[in-house]
């Protein structure tokens, strides 16, 4: 029997992540926490809490408590905001990790969870098709502790024996819950100005291209990696994972096949030079040859169901 503890639920990955695990799992044995509350149907369709993964005794207690087995840890801050806090975010991103791999270590979890990114690369990587081992220097807050997060992931694998589990997500497009503070979220803020005022401003130039990949996508590749048999496993800092890429005017073409009058302008903040500094393309062929995973969402698909989602939610 599977417990499983979700830390930050009521963000973009989690409030969608707690709806896939609790069909597979149960309603009851999927416990969505955060510090912030989560969407209606997080907070109704089984437990959630209020809880701060800071707080390393109420997570232990809450952990024994119910007899979780399994934890997917997926609260940070994101590349855009740990800029503006480089010290705090450090110490949430890093402090949050070692509070979970301590504890899994502690009471035998049986698998955690813990993403990685893309930001884990740097100005110094080869940017088109990004291999799965390569130089990897990066120059954000939030990569660098990306990087770290996914060495010490490795480390408890090989010290302690956890079954530590993790994916290096591209740039995730959703309409549930929207991103915060990521430089990948122009790519979700674009679909809700269309379709609101029919024009957006984007943060970014126009021809940067970023890895990115439809939700679905991102929740199947996350699910079918923690459903495999630990011995499948080969890669224990993180796997790469690709969906599509794409610029911002490229997007915003596609956009304009649905809703012809939006117009895009670009006016770049400093989150141009996080974007200049990150892949533009992953080559995922261990995640695919190790898991069997697959992408299913393109350009086209991803455009034609943000639009239409999100349509009916601000209807
Ligand atoms: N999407 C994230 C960001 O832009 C990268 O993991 O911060």
Redesign the pocket.
């Known amino acids: 029997m599977e417990n499983i503890l979700v830390i930050g639920s009521s963000g973009q990955i989690g409030s969608e992540l707690v709806i896939a695990l609790r069909k597979l799992y149960g309603g009851e044995h999927v416990f969505a926490t955060d510090i912030k509350s989560a969407p209606a149907d997080v907070m109704e369709g089984g437990p959630f809490q209020i809880l701060d993964v800071l707080d390393e005794k109420q997570l232990i207690h809450f952990v024994i408590r119910n007899r979780i087995t399994q934890v997917y840890h997926l609260a940070a801050v ?3 905001n ?1 800029e503006k806090i480089p010290q705090q975010a450090w110490d949430i991103n890093m402090r949050s990790l070692l509070n979970v791999l301590d504890l899994a270590r502690e009471v035998k979890l049986k698998k955690v969870f813990w ?1 990685s ?3 884990v690369f740097g100005p110094t990587t080869p940017r088109v098709n990004t291999p799965q081992f390569t130089v990897m220097e990066p120059t954000t807050v ?1 990569g660098i502790s ?1 990087m770290a997060g996914e060495r010490w992931c490795d480390y408890y694998f090989k010290k302690f024996g956890l079954d530590t589990r993790s994916i290096r ?4 497009i959703s309409y549930k819950t929207e ?1 915060g ?5 122009y790519a979700v803020e674009i679909f809700y100005e269309a379709v609101k005022h029919k024009k957006y401003e984007c943060f970014l130039q126009e021809d940067t291209i970023l890895p990115m990949m439809f939700m679905e996508d991102a929740i199947n590749a996350t699910i079918e990696l923690m459903e495999l048999p630990s011995e499948k496993i080969s890669i224990r800092s993180s796997y790469n994972v690709a969906g599509i890429s794409f610029s911002p005017k490229e997007l915003a073409l596609e956009i304009k096949k649905h809703i012809p009058e939006f117009e895009i302008t670009y006016k770049p903040d400093f989150r141009q030079a ?1 974007a200049d500094s990150w892949p533009q393309s992953i080559d995922d062929s261990y995640a695919r040859a190790n898991n069997g995973w697959k992408h299913r969402f393109d350009l086209s698909r991803m455009t034609q169901v943000m639009l239409t989602e999100i349509g009916k939610k601000l209807a």
Request: no cysteine.
């Open positions: 994101l590349s855009g740990a993403p990114s893309i930001a939030y990306k997500y591209p740039g995730l991103a503070g990521g430089t990948t979220d996080i």
